[in-house]
């Protein structure tokens, strides 16, 4: 089967970026893992309070989930 030579050359590259990505993943260490997680959830939280700060103003902050 014949595949399109960008669709052919995606395919070529996503197998090793993922094994990368993986031997990232396992380099790091359980605090550095926790570290991100949080960093995560900060960002996350900060969002959630700008958005619904930004929503109020705007009157529509029946437009916001509730998290």
């Given at each position: 089967?014949?595949?399109?030579?960008?669709?052919?050359?995606?395919?070529?590259?996503?197998?090793?970026?993922?094994?990368?990505?993986?031997?990232?993943?396992?380099?790091?260490?359980?605090?550095?893992?926790?570290?991100?997680?949080?960093?995560?959830?900060?960002?996350?939280?900060?969002?959630?309070?700008?958005?619904?700060?930004?929503m109020?103003?705007?009157?529509?902050?029946?437009?916001?989930?509730?998290?």
């Amino acid at each position: 089967m014949n595949l399109p030579k960008s669709l052919a050359s995606s395919q070529a590259h996503s197998q090793p970026m993922k094994h990368r990505t993986w031997l990232a993943l396992n380099q790091l260490t359980p605090s550095e893992i926790a570290s991100l997680q949080q960093s995560k959830k900060s960002i996350a939280d900060y969002v959630q309070r700008e958005l619904s700060e930004r929503m109020k103003q705007r009157h529509l902050e029946h437009m916001v989930p509730k998290v």
